[in-house]
Structures are given as C-alpha cells and as structure tokens.
C-alpha cells in the first residue's frame, strides 16, 4: 500500500481508453497484487486498473460496509441499475481534490469473475446507495468513462403558470371582460 501522495497520475487520454478483458485466474492473481499494492492507505475506497497504468478490466475495492475487506473483480458488468440519483461530492483519485454532483444509480446488481485463493468464479452482487456508486465508478473507469461524464446537470425549471408583469392585464379580471392592469387591481394584486 502507497501513501496518498504517491498515487500515480496518469493523462485523461489514457483514461479514456476502454480496458481488455482478464483471461485467466494467472493474470487475475497478478493484477490483484498489483492493484492492492497502489492502493491508498488512506482516502480512497477503490482502485481500478487503469488508474495504475494497466488496462485491463480489473478493480480493488474496500466497500464502507465491509470492515476493511476487499472486494476485487476482473470483468464487472452492471446487467440491472435502478433509482437514479444525484450524488454530493463524488471524487475520483486520478484528479485529486476534485469534487461534482454526479448521476448515478441508488442500487446495481454487477456481475463479475473474482479470484481467490487460486480459484476463478463467477458471482453476481447487489450494491446500495455510496457502495453502488463506488462500484459503478470503478466500472466506468474500465470502460474509459470519468466521473466529470457523469455530472448532474438538473434541467432547467419550467414555469407552469405564466409570469404576470405589473403592466400586464389582469388575468382573472379579464375572465370578467374587465381590463385592468394587473398592479391596479386591488383584487388580485399580489405585492
């Protein structure tokens, strides 16, 4: 494990590449190793191949729910996300110090090889709310995708009652065949 500062930095063109599937539970080992020795020990809560200069479809992740336990998987696939959501404040370690409101999913189920003690399976795991969100972004990152092309861009709001100028007649009072100015009227004037 690497200290914080010393985690690699690497151009968002390399980034923005799309990782090679793992083959084999050999290079699944490999890459395991590799991945837990640039992971932080502080101020993180995954690392994706990518971001340590491998590309291949790989990630190390320490869920807040899991105790300090890791969870690494070669080939995640979300197959189901569902109840999308804004989330505050996500950050990326390839851009230190940089946070955005990002669109993301409150639960994904992922599909995934993982390999553990010289074993090679496939397992399926549903994520919920922060924990969905970490997995989906080291995912995003094996498929070239960044966090910034997940910012939450709130539409804009639409008047469903149309604005009333000062000058403008007064709408109820029309209804009536009267033709007041909406700040003359004393009826329906708001001040």
């Known amino acids: 494990?690497?200290?914080?500062?010393?985690?690699?930095?690497?151009?968002?063109?390399?980034l923005r590449q799309v990782s090679e599937p793992?083959?084999?539970w050999q290079e699944a080992?490999?890459?395991?190793?590799h991945l837990f020795d640039q992971f932080?020990?502080?101020?993180g809560y995954a690392v994706a191949a990518p971001q340590i200069g491998?590309?291949?479809r790989a990630t190390l992740i320490r869920?807040?729910?899991g105790g300090g336990d890791y969870l690494f998987m070669c080939n995640p696939e979300i197959v189901y996300g569902e109840e999308e959501f804004m989330f505050q404040g996500e950050g990326c370690l390839s851009f230190p110090n940089q946070y955005i409101n990002t669109k993301r999913y409150f639960r994904v189920t992922v599909k995934f090889w993982e390999y553990t003690q010289d074993a090679w399976e496939e397992r399926r795991a549903m994520f919920e709310n922060t924990e969905a969100v970490i997995v989906a972004h080291e995912i995003d990152h094996l498929n070239?995708?960044?966090?910034f092309d997940r910012e939450w861009k709130?539409?804009?709001?639409?008047r469903t009652i149309p604005k009333i100028g000062r000058n403008d007649p007064c709408p109820e009072c029309l209804k009536n065949n009267v033709q007041i100015k909406y700040k003359k009227c004393t009826k329906h004037y708001e001040n």
Do not use: T
């Not at 494990?1 to 390399?14: G, V």
């Open 40 to 43: 932080p020990e502080n101020g």
């Open 22 to 24: 793992v083959k084999d």
């Open 154 to 158: 709130p539409e804009p709001i639409k």
């Open 63 to 65: 869920l807040p729910s």
């Open 54 to 56: 491998i590309l291949k």
């Open 1 to 14: 494990m690497i200290n914080i500062n010393q985690f690699p930095i690497f151009e968002e063109s390399f």
């Open 144 to 147: 070239g995708i960044l966090f």
């Open 29 to 33: 080992r490999d890459l395991k190793y």
